[in-house]
Nanobody, 114 residues
């Protein structure tokens, strides 16, 4: 059973930066597909960024500001968030796909004040 643990959320002023981390455990396999979603109050969960082997994909709203990266040896994925805006405020969830199963972390709150 894969377990995902996120960290790095918090409160930041607009224009600031945060780095989220997501560590996967419980599997001897390298997880090649990992990503970040977010859900703001009253809104649907949306994809923020995804990494599939060497390919990255970003939501239009975060392109040029957010960067997803991965430490394959440690099955850890990161989300570097720069130039944060109040509309980035949400709970951010890590997700991973392995052997036909999808796994989710518990979420970490990111709050951007104006």
């Amino acid at each position: 059973q894969v377990q995902l643990v996120e960290s790095g959320g918090g409160l930041v002023q607009a224009g600031g930066s945060l780095r989220l981390s997501c560590a996967a455990s419980g599997t001897p396999f390298s997880i090649n597909v990992m990503g970040w979603y977010r859900q703001a109050p009253g809104k649907q969960r949306e994809l923020v960024a995804a990494l599939n082997a060497g390919t990255t994909n970003y939501a239009d709203s975060v392109k040029g500001r957010f960067t997803i990266s991965r430490n394959a040896a440690e099955n850890t994925v990161y989300l570097q968030m720069n130039s944060l805006k109040p509309e980035d405020t949400a709970v951010y969830y890590c997700t991973a796909f392995l052997l036909g199963h999808e796994y989710w972390g518990q979420g970490t709150q990111v709050t951007v004040s104006s």
